[in-house]
């Protein structure tokens, strides 16, 4: 079992930076890739950014805004994002996989903390 709190948003202006945490308990948090998805307002939820269990590859969908890494001694993945946009409004998801491939997508996440809500203002 793997249990995900997520911690760091809150309101920002456009254009304003944030950096998103997500603990993970257990002991086989560096085994586990990780990810970042979003829900905005009347949208499906939707992959953001990914981080593999050894570091050595990453995925993202906003290419160049934001980053996401992880602190396998911390157990926490952390997901810097920067130029904020409106659009970005979203309540944002740690997910966790067990799997070696495919973890840009929700299906295959095997845990997800309940979410931080990010509001970037105009």
């Known amino acids: 079992q793997v249990q995900l709190v997520e911690s760091g948003g809150g309101l920002v202006q456009a254009g304003g930076s944030l950096r998103l945490s997500c603990a993970a308990s257990g002991r086989t948090f560096s085994s586990y890739a990780m990810g970042w998805f979003r829900r905005a307002p009347g949208k499906e939820r939707e992959f953001v950014a990914g981080?593999?269990?050894?570091?050595?590859a990453t995925a993202y969908v906003v290419e160049g805004r934001f980053t996401i890494s992880r602190d396998n001694a911390k157990n926490t993945v952390y997901l810097q994002m920067n130029s904020l946009k409106p659009e970005d409004t979203a309540v944002y998801y740690c997910?966790?996989?067990?799997?070696?491939?495919?973890?840009?997508?929700?299906?295959?996440?095997?845990?997800w903390g309940k979410g931080t809500l990010v509001t970037v203002s105009s």
């Open positions: 981080i593999s269990w050894s570091r050595g």
């Open positions: 997910a966790a996989s067990s799997r070696s491939s495919g973890w840009t997508k929700d299906y295959n996440m095997d845990y």
